[in-house]
């Protein structure tokens, strides 16, 4: 079994930075392209950045120049850092890595538990 772990989220005002990450463990896997999701309350869960397997990365055009997703593939760990938050970027924030499992090559979806983002003056 493969389990996604989230750390990193808090309370921060605005124009501040914060920096989450999520890490994968488990055994016999491999992780391909990861993501952070995030959702706010009354709304649908949103992509707001994306990082393949080679390391190419997309983000949401709310977010462009401001959030920066790199990951530590040693370490099976995706970070999302955060610079001059708003108070629109409060939300839970999910991070989903798409994973084989032992020799299959079918790709399994996984989400992290999930981790609260304020900003609040």
């Known amino acids: 079994q493969v389990q996604l772990v989230e750390s990193g989220g808090g309370l921060v005002q605005p124009g501040g930075s914060l920096r989450l990450s999520c890490a994968a463990s488990?055994?016999?896997?491999?992780?391909?392209?990861m993501g952070w999701y995030r959702q706010a309350p009354g709304t649908e869960r949103e992509l707001v950045a994306f990082?393949?397997?080679?390391?190419?990365?997309d983000y949401a055009d709310s977010v462009k120049g401001r959030f920066t997703i790199s990951r530590d593939d040693y370490k099976n760990t995706v970070y999302l850092q955060m610079n001059s938050l708003k108070s629109e970027d409060t939300a839970v924030y999910y991070c989903?890595?798409?994973?084989?499992?032992?020799?299959?090559?079918?790709?399994?979806?996984?989400w992290g538990q999930g981790t609260q983002v304020t900003v609040s003056s």
């Open positions: 488990g055994s016999d896997f491999s992780v391909n392209a």
């Open positions: 990082i393949t397997g080679g390391s190419s990365t």
């Open positions: 989903n890595a798409r994973i084989n499992r032992g020799s299959s090559v079918r790709e399994y979806f996984y």
